[in-house]
């Protein structure tokens, strides 16, 4: 429903961020103090967990049918994801912009990248079901 539910057990608070469009994945960065969202409309979506607000938009990659997730880089100054048309795309966390894609990275659409905790190194998943594992750009 294009909505991401926060509870607060502890206060009893419910916190509903409305981003518009139908969401296929979370990921919470390091610090706790944002989230991103994986959206079917084309666009990664960096939100402001306190307060709820957009902070930036990623767009570059095909997303409109299946599900796709992005993560944040571990150095948390970029942000990568997969796109329909197979290739890994990757931002720049604060400016936005695309600094390098990785094209024909699979042969159907990438539906998963993941980075590991302290090498630089990243797995991508894709419907072609294949597992690869990539050495990260810093």
């Not at 961020?17 to 390091?30: A, F, G, M, W």
């Not at 967990?49 to 599900?67: P, Q, R, S």
């Not at 159907?108 to 419907?127: C, E, N």
Request: net charge neutral.
């Amino acid at each position: 429903d294009g909505n991401v539910r926060i509870y607060d057990l502890p206060r009893g608070q419910l916190q509903c961020d409305d981003l518009k469009q139908p969401i296929t994945s979370i990921k919470v960065s390091s610090d706790q103090n944002c989230y991103i969202a994986s959206c079917l409309d084309n666009s990664i979506k960096m939100v402001d967990i306190a307060n709820g607000k957009i902070l930036k938009e990623y767009t570059g990659h095909k997303h409109t049918n299946f599900k796709s997730e992005a993560a944040f880089q571990n150095d948390c100054n970029h942000i990568i994801a997969g796109s329909e048309d197979g290739s890994i795309v990757r931002w720049n966390i604060v400016t936005g912009e695309v600094v390098n894609r990785i094209e024909g990275a699979h042969n159907k659409a990438t539906s998963s990248v993941v980075y590991h905790p302290s090498k630089p190194i990243f797995l991508s998943a894709s419907y072609d079901g294949t597992v690869k594992v990539w050495a990260s750009e810093k």
